[in-house]
């Protein structure tokens, strides 16, 4: 069956009408092919932008949800591409195991975390969720289904983690999962009055498991970047309050919110943002700087207000997120969050944070070793402006911008950014026929 | 109420809603038998529920409308079984459908002759077991009142609907609990393509939760409170006034 449907990213912006079917690999590419179009598969829609929809035909893989294998010696899980994190907490966190990488959000299937090569407050430790896959089976374009991994198709492996399924359709995702001791999180908050002492905080504390910051994107002077470090580690069952001791795998079940409608445009001003970054400031100042915190709250504050991109009003946001190299980190920081400041734009939620050393081996991943930023800009004409500035900084920087937050970049930043290896990953796309059969939104606006 | 040890058999195991009521059943501790066409070999179904829940998960080849089949498969049951899942459904293809003799049978014997041919057997040698046992037959909305969008669909549904309210009867003095559950919109393969409204629609995860705790709560009707408004309005509605409706 078929329908038209309104797609948007979870920034809300762009809106297209495109045609859906499910992801069968049976008809997929036969579907494809009476269309003359490409298709792209599309899970539960948490990229910012347009990296999942293509009007002429998006592939829904959310009823590709099963679990196929789990080994618990070695914590390899074997599952279809439509299966969530969320799903995956659920059924092995009781059982001891968790993600090796989480983005902010446990609302991304398999298929997405590898086609954005997501990242997490680990990075500086463990790599991006790429660093984890163990091997993956590809629909790809000649209708064939291959597995891929360091050993066999590796350039197609390598591709296909952050390529954002331009290579082919994600099937099936083996990753490792890792053995924790509890569900809950030891979270130590540093307080860093500006930026450069943000940076020292967490150069200093390269050792934690997790550490990311959040940032007052709108202080400016002597308290440009101030920041709350967050370090976290995973709880012992000792660690914890007695009363959950006997089940350090159990946590309170979170009443979940939603946002039942879109605020109001000017809810959102530089007075109302001000106030807010200096109170959740002085806030998370305040002792005790040292708590215990389930992972739900820990890792994912806001699944817990089901839509919350309704806060930023029915024009839709963007989130910018860039990488700086470690070398240029402060510098072009500082002038970035200078720029931001003066524009009085910003939002609620902006977040620094460490990377670890990327994957030049795999074209389009995101993460260089250095410092990477993100926040989100209601959507308007002067934000636009803000990020096409912000943009020349991070290129001059060396740097380069998020694709699966990315909704408004030009070609010509994301080639500067990502350097040869766009040339790389379209020969790879047109050697393979890849470039005929899957296509996207983004991949048209990007030239990939 | 059976004790969480005692399997559940879920009929046309493949669909959304049963493989989310199967996912309930087994979370509190209840094996699952799955019964479906070409259920045994390569079933990644099973694979899946015995990885989400710990339970353990046998498989059933049952095609319901092959009925003289029907007996070879319960007698290749272990045992007969305290709690049955009927959700075998069809929708089929209302304008193809409509006048064609074929595909309007396939209409009839999934949703209807099927179903009941089959838990008439169940029924009674359910029945016999000491203690409690269910049968939950997923039925439809779309079988209140016939609409032009769906009827022949409706109509099977409507007669299963009319059968297990017989079979309740039937079986009202004995330890038999016999639920109706009337669906509406689901988010499902089968309502997969259709501009559902938003209010109305749930999906299989909640819907399978508040069905089995009608279950456990020894109720024979599950009826969404908004859908049993919004059908009752429809039902009432005068022949003459609905038929220039277009719902």
Same mark, same amino acid.
């Given at each position: 069956?078929?329908?038209?449907?309104?797609l948007?990213?979870?920034?809300?912006?762009?809106?297209?009408?495109?045609?859906?079917?499910?992801l069968?690999?049976?008809?997929?590419?036969?579907?494809?092919?009476?269309?003359?179009?490409?298709?792209?598969?599309?899970?539960?829609?948490r990229?910012?932008?347009?990296a999942?929809?293509?009007?002429?035909?998006?592939?829904?893989?959310?009823?590709? #949800?099963?679990?196929?294998?789990?080994?618990?010696?070695?914590?390899?899980?074997?599952?279809?591409?439509?299966?969530?994190?969320?799903?995956?907490?659920?059924?092995?966190?009781?059982?001891?195991?968790?993600?090796?990488?989480?983005?902010?959000?446990?609302?991304?299937?398999?298929?997405?975390?590898v086609?954005?090569?997501?990242?997490?407050?680990?990075?500086?430790? !463990?790599?991006?969720?790429?660093?984890?896959?163990?091997?993956?089976?590809?629909?790809?374009?000649?209708?064939? !289904?291959?597995r891929?991994?360091?050993?066999?198709?590796?350039?197609?492996?390598?591709?296909?983690?952050?390529?954002?399924?331009?290579?082919?359709?994600?099937?099936?995702?083996?990753?490792?999962?890792?053995?924790?001791?509890?569900?809950?999180?030891?979270?130590?908050?540093?307080?860093?009055?500006?930026?450069?002492?943000?940076?020292?905080?967490f150069?200093? #504390?390269?050792?934690?498991?997790?550490?990311?910051?959040?940032?007052?994107?709108?202080?400016?002077?002597?308290q440009l970047?101030?920041?709350? !470090?967050?370090?976290?580690?995973?709880?012992?069952?000792?660690?914890?309050?007695?009363?959950?001791?006997? #089940?350090?795998?159990?946590v309170?079940?979170?009443?979940?919110?939603?946002?039942?409608?879109?605020?109001?445009?000017?809810?959102? #001003?530089?007075?109302?943002?001000?106030?807010?970054?200096?109170?959740?400031?002085?806030?998370?100042?305040?002792?005790?700087?040292?708590?215990?915190?389930?992972?739900?709250?820990?890792?994912?504050?806001?699944?817990?207000?089901?839509?919350?991109?309704?806060?930023?009003?029915?024009?839709?946001?963007?989130?910018?997120?860039?990488a700086?190299?470690?070398?240029?980190?402060?510098?072009?920081?500082?002038?970035?969050?200078?720029?931001?400041?003066q524009?009085?734009?910003?939002?609620?939620?902006?977040?620094?944070?460490?990377?670890?050393?990327?994957?030049?081996?795999?074209?389009?991943?995101?993460?260089?070793?250095g410092?990477?930023?993100?926040?989100?800009?209601?959507?308007?004409?002067?934000?636009?402006?803000?990020?096409?500035?912000?943009?020349?900084?991070?290129v001059?920087a060396?740097?380069?911008?998020?694709?699966?937050?990315?909704?408004?970049?030009?070609?010509?930043?994301?080639?500067?950014?990502?350097?040869?290896a766009?040339?790389?990953?379209?020969a790879?796309?047109?050697?393979?026929?890849?470039?005929?059969?899957?296509?996207?939104?983004?991949?048209?606006?990007?030239?990939? | 109420?059976?004790?969480?040890?005692?399997? *559940?058999?879920?009929?046309?195991?493949?669909?959304?809603?049963? =493989?989310?009521?199967?996912?309930?059943?087994?979370?509190?501790?209840?094996?699952?038998? %799955?019964?479906? =066409?070409?259920?045994?070999?390569?079933n990644?179904?099973?694979a899946?529920?015995?990885?989400?829940?710990?339970?353990?998960?046998?498989?059933?080849?049952? @095609?319901?409308?092959?009925?003289?089949?029907?007996?070879?498969?319960?007698?290749? %049951?272990?045992?007969?079984?305290?709690?049955?899942?009927?959700?075998?459904?069809?929708?089929?293809?209302?304008?193809?459908?409509?006048? @064609?003799?074929?595909?309007?049978?396939?209409?009839?014997?999934?949703?209807?002759?099927?179903?009941? %041919?089959?838990l008439?057997?169940?029924?009674? =040698?359910?029945?016999?077991?000491?203690?409690?046992?269910?049968?939950?037959?997923?039925?439809?909305?779309?079988?209140d009142?016939?609409?032009?969008?769906?009827? *022949?669909?409706?109509?099977?549904?409507?007669?299963?609907?009319?059968?297990?309210?017989?079979?309740?009867?039937?079986?009202?003095?004995?330890?038999?609990?016999?639920?109706? *559950?009337?669906?509406?919109?689901?988010?499902?393969?089968?309502?997969?393509?259709?501009?559902?409204?938003?209010?109305?629609?749930?999906?299989? @995860?909640?819907?399978?939760? =508040?069905? *089995?705790?009608?279950q456990?709560?020894?109720?024979?009707?599950?009826?969404?409170?908004?859908?049993?408004?919004?059908?009752?309005?429809?039902?009432?509605l005068?022949?003459?006034?609905?038929?220039?409706?277009?719902?």
């Amino acid at each position: 069956m078929t329908q038209e449907t309104l797609l948007e990213g979870w920034g809300r912006w762009p809106k297209r009408r495109c045609r859906v079917e499910r992801l069968d690999p049976a008809t997929a590419h036969e579907h494809a092919q009476a269309l003359k179009a490409g298709a792209i598969a599309r899970g539960m829609g948490r990229s910012y932008g347009d990296a999942s929809m293509h009007p002429p035909l998006t592939l829904d893989a959310l009823d590709r #949800n099963r679990f196929i294998e789990f080994d618990d010696e070695t914590g390899l899980l074997v599952a279809e591409a439509g299966v969530t994190l969320a799903e995956i907490i659920q059924t092995f966190l009781p059982k001891g195991w968790f993600p090796m990488v989480t983005p902010g959000t446990k609302f991304v299937t398999l298929g997405g975390a590898v086609a954005g090569d997501v990242h997490g407050k680990n990075h500086h430790r !463990v790599g991006s969720f790429g660093d984890h896959v163990a091997w993956f089976d590809l629909l790809c374009a000649d209708g064939k !289904v291959r597995r891929c991994s360091t050993q066999s198709n590796q350039d197609l492996f390598l591709a296909t983690i952050g390529g954002a399924g331009l290579t082919g359709h994600l099937l099936v995702v083996a990753c490792h999962l890792k053995k924790v001791p509890s569900a809950w999180i030891r979270q130590r908050t540093l307080p860093a009055e500006n930026l450069d002492a943000a940076i020292r905080s967490f150069e200093a #504390n390269h050792d934690a498991t997790y550490s990311v910051a959040w940032i007052d994107c709108l202080a400016r002077g002597d308290q440009l970047g101030r920041s709350l !470090v967050l370090l976290g580690e995973h709880a012992e069952p000792e660690e914890l309050d007695v009363k959950h001791r006997p #089940n350090p795998f159990s946590v309170p079940v979170r009443r979940k919110k939603t946002m039942p409608l879109d605020a109001p445009s000017w809810s959102l #001003n530089r007075w109302s943002l001000r106030a807010f970054n200096a109170l959740y400031y002085r806030k998370g100042s305040a002792p005790p700087l040292e708590r215990v915190i389930d992972y739900d709250r820990y890792f994912y504050p806001l699944d817990a207000i089901l839509r919350w991109n309704r806060l930023y009003g029915a024009r839709g946001f963007s989130q910018y997120q860039t990488a700086i190299p470690l070398e240029n980190a402060r510098d072009a920081l500082a002038e970035q969050l200078e720029l931001i400041a003066q524009s009085g734009l910003g939002s609620f939620l902006a977040v620094l944070k460490r990377f670890g050393p990327g994957s030049p081996q795999r074209p389009l991943s995101f993460p260089i070793e250095g410092y990477t930023l993100a926040l989100d800009f209601p959507l308007s004409s002067a934000a636009l402006t803000l990020m096409d500035q912000l943009d020349e900084i991070t290129v001059a920087a060396g740097g380069r911008t998020y694709l699966m937050k990315d909704s408004r970049m030009s070609q010509k930043t994301f080639e500067a950014g990502y350097g040869d290896a766009v040339d790389a990953f379209r020969a790879l796309r047109s050697d393979i026929g890849a470039d005929r059969m899957f296509a996207s939104l983004m991949s048209r606006r990007l030239g990939l | 109420m059976s004790a969480a040890t005692e399997p *559940v058999l879920v009929i046309g195991a493949r669909s959304d809603i049963a =493989r989310a009521i199967a996912t309930e059943y087994a979370r509190v501790g209840h094996p699952l038998w %799955l019964a479906a =066409r070409n259920a045994t070999g390569s079933n990644r179904d099973a694979a899946d529920l015995a990885l989400r829940t710990d339970a353990e998960v046998q498989s059933f080849d049952l @095609d319901v409308t092959d009925l003289a089949a029907h007996d070879a498969f319960l007698a290749a %049951l272990p045992s007969t079984p305290a709690t049955v899942v009927c959700a075998v459904g069809f929708l089929g293809d209302q304008e193809a459908d409509a006048g @064609d003799m074929d595909a309007t049978q396939m209409v009839v014997a999934t949703n209807f002759t099927g179903p009941a %041919l089959l838990l008439e057997k169940l029924a009674a =040698r359910m029945s016999e077991r000491p203690g409690k046992s269910a049968i939950i037959g997923i039925s439809s909305v779309a079988g209140d009142r016939g609409r032009a969008k769906n009827y *022949v669909y409706g109509s099977a549904k409507a007669g299963f609907s009319a059968y297990l309210s017989g079979l309740r009867q039937k079986y009202a003095a004995t330890g038999l609990q016999i639920m109706t *559950v009337k669906p509406g919109f689901v988010r499902t393969s089968m309502t997969d393509g259709m501009d559902l409204p938003g209010p109305l629609t749930t999906d299989p @995860d909640s819907f399978a939760a =508040r069905v *089995v705790k009608a279950q456990r709560a020894g109720r024979v009707i599950y009826y969404d409170l908004r859908w049993r408004v919004l059908m009752s309005i429809i039902r009432l509605l005068p022949e003459k006034i609905f038929m220039k409706t277009k719902f």
